[in-house]
T-cell receptor, first 112, second 112 residues
Framework: IAGITQAPTSQILAAGRRMTLRCTQD?????MYWYRQDLGLGLRLIHY???????GKGEVPDGYSVSRANTDDFPLTLASAVPSQTSVYFC???????????FGSGTQLSVL | SQKIEQNSEALNIQEGKTATLTCNYT??????LQWYRQDPGRGPVFLLL?????KEKRKERLKVTFDTTLKQSLFHITASQPADSATYLC???????????FGSGTRLLVRP
């Protein structure tokens, strides 16, 4: 059982470019989340989805968009990357909103 | 503003001793609190959940307490082992939003 799969593992991106981080889960969880983790700031919620077809904004949504066309996939898109978006991005899921989270292994993104 | 505080300094202890990590919060009335373990280059892994009406929760060598008056949770690892070395994150769930808010974590180093 894979759990949560994120791709790519790491990426170096030129500022201004568009980038989509992929996230897939095989646990049939209803809720999915995107967090970014920066040194000293901990994990901050970017966007979330409580169920397929719905999405919501977290603490730091600006510059990011998400979609939830089906239960398994929850891609995160940076429309025009900026250096402040350099971070480690974690996708997570939970059976229902508010329950314990299962995390992917993360994507290290560097925007130059 | 809402805030979760974990000691940013690493906790360095001798193998066999009890490690105690602290999570303090302000301006919250969380429904429950969760603890996660994170190893370098990996996503966080869920350890324990404690609800607002519970004083203490145990799982093997782990123990969590939750004092809603002090707005504090303590996380204990008894008979610590070098393999317990990792960063430990606390997270609070707010009833109103059903979203988890994370602290920045405390790194634990257990010396053999």
């Amino acid at each position: 059982i894979a759990g949560i799969t994120q791709a790519p593992t790491s990426q170096i991106l030129a500022a201004g470019r568009r980038m989509t981080l992929r996230c897939t889960q095989d646990m049939r969880h209803n809720a999915m989340y995107w967090y970014r983790q920066d040194l000293g700031l901990g994990l901050r919620l970017i966007h979330y989805s409580n169920t397929a077809g719905t999405t919501g904004k977290g603490e730091v949504p600006d510059g990011y968009s998400v979609s939830r066309a089906n239960t398994d996939d929850f891609p995160l898109t940076l429309a025009s990357a900026v250096p402040s978006q350099t971070s480690v991005y974690f996708c997570a899921s939970s059976r229902e909103e508010g329950e314990k989270l299962f995390f992917g292994s993360g994507t290290q993104l560097s925007v130059l | 503003s809402q805030k979760i505080e974990q000691n940013s300094e690493a906790l360095n202890i001798q193998e066999g001793k009890t490690a105690t990590l602290t999570c303090n919060y302000t301006n919250y009335s969380p429904a429950y609190l969760q603890w996660y373990r994170q190893d370098p280059g990996r996503g966080p892994v869920f350890l324990l959940l404690i609800r607002e009406n519970e004083k203490e929760k145990r799982k093997e060598r782990l123990k969590v307490t939750f004092d809603t008056t002090l707005k504090q949770s303590l996380f204990h690892i008894t008979a610590s082992q070098p393999a317990d070395s990792a960063t430990y994150l606390c997270a609070l769930l707010m009833d109103s939003s059903y979203k988890l808010i994370f602290g920045s974590g405390t790194r634990l180093l257990v010396r053999p």
